[in-house]
């Protein structure tokens, strides 16, 4: 059975720093593309960054860009979010997603087969 699950969320004054792990139970990690989204209350669910399976290659959503950086170790099966700079419209439930198809991280959340439970973030101003 297959589990993502998120770790480092919390509260945060505007300007700081968190960051997000995400731990999968996936047998061959490095197949999979991966992706962390966000979703605040009453809203649809956001692309924030896309790491390829090597971890050379990463992209990220315009509202994050310059702030946010994903990253992967592969040997320990777990991807990173550290995010900069903290707004309070970054607060939302942050998700890690995998998918073993095609060849780069894409932001349309269907693509994705693998979800894990979400990690509250909250800024405060």
Do not use: H
Request: aromatic fraction near 10%; glycine fraction near 12%; proline fraction near 2%.
């Amino acid at each position: 059975q297959v589990q993502l699950v998120e770790s480092g969320g919390g509260l945060v004054q505007t300007g700081g720093s968190l960051k997000l792990s995400c731990a999968a139970s996936l047998r061959t990690f490095s197949l999979y593309l991966m992706g962390w989204f966000r979703q605040a209350p009453g809203k649809e669910r956001e692309f924030v960054a896309g790491i390829s399976r090597s971890g050379a290659n990463t992209n990220y959503g315009d509202s994050v860009k310059g702030r946010f950086s994903a990253s992967r170790d592969n040997a320990k099966n777990t991807v990173y979010l550290q995010m900069n700079s903290l707004k309070p419209e970054d607060t939302a439930v942050y998700y890690c997603a995998a998918t073993s198809s095609g060849r780069s991280t894409t932001a349309n959340p269907r693509s994705y087969d693998y979800w894990g439970q979400g990690t509250q973030v909250t800024v405060s101003s």
